[in-house]
């Protein structure tokens, strides 16, 4: 396994409390692989991958336990030195606003030469060279004029490839991309994703996708892991959660989302809010939104049960789920 | 260097305006807008529609070197009691063209007429009286509320300006069944907007817009800024609204799943211009321009057995700039269709002549030379 989280928890401690964001999380990808985890926002899908890359706010964040074993390394053993040099060698991160997250007064080749540079120790000229190379692997027209432009001169399309090739300079085994394709139209959306579809394939990649689009899951994952109130609720192949969810959580969520092919009749919609991370409701946590809840559900926390061989469901009734389609 | 100009919001006539405006003209103004209108009649007929926002060099002297032509020319009607989505990717002018229809951007040119009277040209009285039966619903709930007002007061405001929708001592009370109408319970009109979550702030927004009893709320993606779970909420409930009040809703998003869902009619805007518009199956089932099957197929449809099985279409390149857009076609640089014929002479939006005959789904509007109809929804 290329990457494995164990039983991980993160703590926020605010104003208004401790707000728990992640407890307890358990997900791997092999190499090649791409696990969608899908949440709403609060669900602690984005803290749990900034606490695998290492870039998690401390204070006010702190990880209260659990491993998360990269290679077979417990990486939250490693020293600060150690991390930095898997950060961006060996992983690296993807993130939703290429705008914010690229240096306004440094050139994209800049950007992308530093890398080297850095982790690899080439001169500025060769640096340069190799950058407008990953430019023209993600597919930016003109990439010898283009690698002194500043990332304002490009549209959010091309700069979420300058961001992918970024990524992707010093060929890492595992990518994050978090949101990737959120703050882009549809057209551009589709063509950054199968950009990053292909170098997957082509380095043979692990890819975690953070998303909470059901559509994007289902175009390009594998497995699936979904979130609510900082805990797995549901992992599972992704044909096989899209046929027949074991959870209500992601049942609602599939049944709330309007269809393209086809007029649906009204909605149906998950009552309520999901609930303050700095009270998580008793026994599972979407017991007060769930339209299967007994008592049990208020008073144990549903352990991950086990559905098939491949498949992983957080309900006390998960049985039932499956069989009340 | 080039700085995007934005006219000041400044739609509301000065008083030496109103004073010259013939009191018999006004009044005669004011009786047409507040006419009802019947079920299925055009509420609302835009014509040739235009809004270029100036390009300007300079700093003392402004020159103006350019336009951003965000909305260039688009005509459609709007039903009685109908939803008609607008679809298109950022930049298109769809936000624009709200903007205009709210009055809050004055038209550079073409009509808009509301009940027959062409609101780009009213003022005083019979103005405020189109603004009153034309509201929004906006996309942020979070920028869209005053965080120093309570809910009360932000609903309870529209009626300083309308008093005549709701008598003072009466307000509170309004406000109230307002809060109870979106789902909301009324005891939380002390509240201030940061007590709420993203939906519930959103209910907000949409009580303010009823609070006046419209007949036309313009919704500009309404909400793209809720979770999946909340957003099916406030879908459900803006539908309910629009039966129990009878209210037309002009719906724009990008979200193309959820435009079919509450739409009676779709038009799809590219560069400013409209470029198919439709019945939902005529645009969705049944797409004859090249654009509007592109972005149907670059939509990520939620089951993965329809990975293989359907028509992608990945477009090439970005959407050209609106300060320049192409001539002939505007799509056509990105259009897998174009030949010569594109460049030099503009597609209107029309029937497409060989399917004006028939009567099949295909016989739509659709601004292509060479329209075709194609299916890239439904996995083959």
Not at chain 2, 61 to 80: E, M, P, R, T
Not at chain 2, 292 to 304: G, R
Request: hydrophobic share 40%.
């Amino acid at each position: 396994m290329l990457l494995e989280v164990r039983d991980l928890h993160v703590e926020f401690h605010t104003r208004e409390g401790v707000a728990k964001a992640v407890n307890g999380v358990n997900y791997s990808v092999a190499e090649g692989e791409t696990l969608a985890v899908l949440g709403e926002s609060g669900s602690g899908k984005s803290v749990t991958a900034q606490a695998i890359m290492g870039i998690l706010d401390m204070p006010p964040g702190k990880i209260t336990g659990g491993e998360i074993l990269f290679k077979d390394q417990d990486l939250l053993k490693l020293k600060p030195e150690e991390r930095r040099r898997i950060r961006g060698q060996e992983m690296a991160m993807i993130f939703q606003d290429a705008l914010s997250s690229l240096n306004p007064v440094l050139t994209v080749g800049d950007q992308l030469g530093e890398m080297f540079v850095v982790h690899r120790g080439m001169s500025r000229k060769d640096a340069k060279a190799r950058s407008v190379e990953l430019m023209d692997r993600v597919r930016i027209p003109a990439a010898k004029e283009r690698v002194g432009n500043y990332p304002h001169q490009f549209s959010g399309g091309m700069r979420q490839r300058i961001m992918i090739a970024m990524a992707m300079a010093l060929e890492p085994s595992l990518i994050i991309a978090d949101e990737p394709t959120t703050a882009l139209d549809v057209t551009v959306q589709a063509q950054v994703m199968e950009l990053l579809a292909e170098l997957q394939r082509e380095l043979n990649m692990g890819l975690i996708l953070i998303t909470h689009d059901l559509g994007v899951v289902a175009d390009v994952a594998d497995k699936i892991a979904v979130m609510y109130a900082g805990r797995i609720v549901e992992t599972a192949p992704v044909h096989e959660i899209y046929r027949a969810p074991a959870h209500p959580y992601t049942k609602g969520l599939l049944q709330s989302i309007p269809r393209l092919d086809q007029k649906g009749r009204e909605l149906y919609a998950i009552k309520g809010l999901p609930p303050n991370l700095t009270r998580i409701p008793p026994g599972c946590a979407f017991n007060p939104r769930c339209p299967m809840a007994q008592d049990v559900c208020r008073s144990d926390v549903p352990p991950l049960y086990e559905v098939d061989e491949q498949r992983r469901s957080a309900c006390h009734f998960w049985k039932e789920t499956l069989d009340a389609r | 260097m080039a700085e995007l100009k934005k006219e000041p919001v400044d739609a509301t006539p000065n008083v030496s305006d109103v004073e010259t405006v013939d009191a018999a003209t006004e009044a005669a103004a004011v009786a047409a807008v507040d006419a009802p209108v019947s079920q299925g009649e055009p509420i609302l007929q835009v014509r040739n529609l235009v809004k270029h926002f100036p390009l300007t060099q300079g700093i003392l002297f402004k020159k103006q070197i350019g336009a951003v032509k965000a909305v260039d020319g688009i005509s459609f009607d709007l039903y009685a009691g109908e939803t008609l989505g607008i679809v298109g990717e950022s930049g298109c002018g769809k936000s624009t063209v709200a903007r205009l229809l709210m009055t809050l951007e004055r038209a550079t040119a073409g009509e808009v007429f509301y009940k027959g009277q062409d609101i780009t040209k009213l003022s005083g009285r019979a103005l405020k009286a189109v603004r009153r039966n034309i509201q929004m619903v906006f996309q942020d709930p979070y920028t869209s509320l005053n965080p120093r007002m309570t809910v009360g007061d932000i609903i309870g405001e529209t009626f300083e300006i309308h008093p005549e929708v709701a008598p003072k001592g009466d307000r509170r009370r309004r406000v109230q069944d307002l809060l109870d109408v979106v789902g909301l319970n009324p005891e939380y009109i002390n509240r201030y907007p940061h007590q709420f979550s993203g939906g519930q702030r959103q209910r907000i927004g949409i009580a303010r817009g009823l609070a006046l009893n419209p007949e036309i709320i313009i919704c500009d993606e309404p909400v793209s800024a809720l979770d999946v779970s909340v957003q099916a909420q406030v879908i459900n409930l803006m539908e309910k609204l629009q039966d129990e009040f009878n209210l037309s809703y002009l719906f724009i998003a990008h979200d193309l799943s959820i435009v079919r869902h509450i739409s009676d009619r779709v038009g799809v805007m590219y560069l400013g211009k409209m470029a198919e518009i439709g019945t939902d199956t005529q645009i969705y089932d049944h797409p004859t321009h090249p654009y509007t099957q592109a972005l149907l197929s670059a939509v990520p449809v939620p089951d993965p057995a329809a990975r293989e099985g359907r028509d992608r279409i990945i477009l090439t390149g970005d959407v050209p700039s609106p300060a320049n857009p192409p001539s002939g076609c505007r799509f056509r640089t990105r259009c897998w269709k174009a030949e010569e014929r594109c460049a030099t002479e503009e597609p209107l939006l029309a029937i497409p002549e060989r399917f004006v005959a028939g009567a099949t789904p295909a016989t739509h509007e659709s601004a292509c030379h060479f329209a075709e109809e194609r299916d890239v929804v439904h996995a083959a």
